[in-house]
């Protein structure tokens, strides 16, 4: 069974870390450029890093360049962001999901796990 898991998310205050987590079982993520996502209640869902299958090439959204850093490890099989300085407009859920192409544009995105809930507030 193809399946992604997010994981690593939590409460946590303004101005501290998480590291979130995406593991794929059923296949592997070594041949797939990997996108993470996010939406907040009442919020499309906007990109916020995407990574590509080597790992050589990454992009940021504006909203996160320069706290957020995306990273693999295709040993593990996982595709991990971690996530510095949050403020409270990181709340969301966030969801990680195959392509075959780096963006952020989710349309080019096929498999999706089921989202890991990231909450900022003091």
């Known amino acids: 069974q193809v399946q992604l898991v997010e994981s690593g998310g939590g409460l946590v205050q303004p101005g501290g870390s998480l590291r979130l987590s995406c593991a794929a079982s059923g296949f592997t993520l070594d041949s797939y450029d990997i996108g993470w996502f996010r939406q907040a209640p009442g919020r499309e869902r906007e990109g916020v890093s995407c990574i590509s299958s080597s790992g050589t090439n990454t992009a940021y959204s504006d909203a996160v360049v320069g706290r957020f850093t995306i990273s693999r490890d295709n040993a593990k099989n996982t595709v991990y962001l971690q996530m510095n300085n949050l403020k409270p407009e990181d709340t969301a859920v966030y969801y990680c999901?195959?392509?075959?192409?780096?963006?952020?544009?989710?349309?080019?995105?096929?498999?999706w796990g089921q989202g890991t809930q990231v909450t900022v507030s003091s």
């Open positions: 999901a195959t392509a075959h192409v780096v963006t952020m544009i989710s349309s080019f995105y096929n498999y």
